[in-house]
């Protein structure tokens, strides 16, 4: 049998490079090899995005996007957590399991609060239960479907130690193997994506390369990317610039081999990498664009895909859900 990954996506904006590097091709290399659970994480991005339309409209890009960029929806199982209503009773149920102090500790909340601090505002200002809470949604996602390995970014590894302590209490509280203890599993190799200011690749930071830009925005944001003040003619160091830090990842290694030759003998602008780097971007990016201009044509594939990912879902869910009520003594 093979082993199981189940990772969580929050649709709460479009997909940029950094994700794509960074998350969604790893768990789809991952996919090879494990049997993988991959959910659209609708009801977390609730508690930030309260537009209506725009939620809606994320959540199709992003299940389009992980289409596009070749999750097979019959080998993966992909679904959206709001599909799966054994998701929010196994909240119920895990809440009972959580302490408060447990929640005091998380990363996401507490640097909230110290926000909130540092603003001499109320410590809890701004903050929603869903927030507090979030880490319990998260174990849930992740004990209803026995995975065990969790890919996800560093940023997120508590969140999964989290769900450890939690199944790890129920497991003891009635002495048995009822809950999987799962792992999280951090891509170690995965570099962090720099942006067009050389800080993280990051939505928070307005500093993204959309994944399906069109061609013209592509070059324009590539055209964006901060540059020091060296002139054409100086010599250049290819492991400080960002722009050489995003060719690396389009690239092959000859080709990095020269760019990095051009950069060290002088001669070469910023302009002109630029330039190159927007080739390299340009050829692997357009045939995915493509890709995902057709799937987001058609809404209703998109969300058939999803029904049918969910209906496959739901009854593994309801296998664990019913295995802890009778554990609990609710009877199921
Ligand atoms: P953002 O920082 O834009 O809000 P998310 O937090 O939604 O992105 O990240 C979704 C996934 O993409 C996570 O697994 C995260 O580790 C990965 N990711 C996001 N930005 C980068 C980046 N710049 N480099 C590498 N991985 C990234
Ligand atoms: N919290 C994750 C993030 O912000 C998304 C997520 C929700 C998730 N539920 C999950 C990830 C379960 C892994 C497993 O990126």
Do not use: C
């Not at 996919?31 to 995005?49: G, K, M, P």
């Amino acid at each position: 049998m093979k082993k199981i990954a189940l990772t969580g996506i929050k649709p709460t904006g479009i997909l940029h490079i950094g994700n794509y590097f960074g998350a969604i091709k790893p768990a789809l290399r991952l996919a090879r090899e494990y049997d993988a659970r991959y959910f659209i994480a609708d009801y977390h991005a609730l508690n930030t995005v309260k537009d209506p339309q725009m939620l809606a409209a994320h959540i199709r890009e992003v299940a389009a996007g992980w289409l596009a960029a070749g999750l097979n929806p019959e080998e993966v199982l992909f679904y959206r957590q709001s599909a799966i209503p054994e998701t929010f009773e196994l909240t119920t149920i895990l809440m009972a399991f959580t302490s408060k102090g447990l929640m005091n500790r998380a990363h996401a909340y507490k640097a909230a609060v110290q926000e909130n601090l540092e603003n001499h505002a109320d410590p809890d200002a701004g903050i929603n239960m869903g927030l507090f809470t979030y880490p319990v949604l998260m174990a849930a996602d992740i004990l209803l479907f026995n995975p065990d390995v969790v890919p996800v970014g560093k940023d997120q590894v508590q969140h999964v130690e989290m769900a450890q302590d939690i199944a790890q209490g129920i497991n003891f509280t009635y002495s048995g193997e009822i809950l999987k203890i799962p792992q999280a599993a951090v891509q170690a190799e995965v570099a962090v994506v720099p942006g067009l200011d050389g800080q993280k690749m990051s939505k928070s930071y307005g500093n993204t390369i959309p994944l399906f830009a069109p061609e013209k925005q592509l070059r324009k944001l590539i055209m964006r990317i901060v540059t020091n003040s060296q002139g054409v003619e100086e010599p250049k160091d290819p492991e400080t610039s960002q722009i050489y830090r995003l060719y690396k990842l389009f690239a092959s290694a000859e080709e990095q081999q020269a760019l990095a030759k051009q950069y060290r003998e002088g001669g070469m602008g910023w302009g002109d990498a630029k330039e190159e780097l927007f080739q390299v971007v340009h050829r692997e990016l357009s045939p995915l664009r493509d890709r995902f201009e057709a799937i987001i044509a058609e809404p209703g594939t998109i969300d058939t895909i999803l029904a049918q990912g969910a209906a496959k879902a739901r009854p593994l869910a309801q296998a664990t859900l019913n295995r802890l009520r009778r554990a609990v003594g609710i009877a199921g």
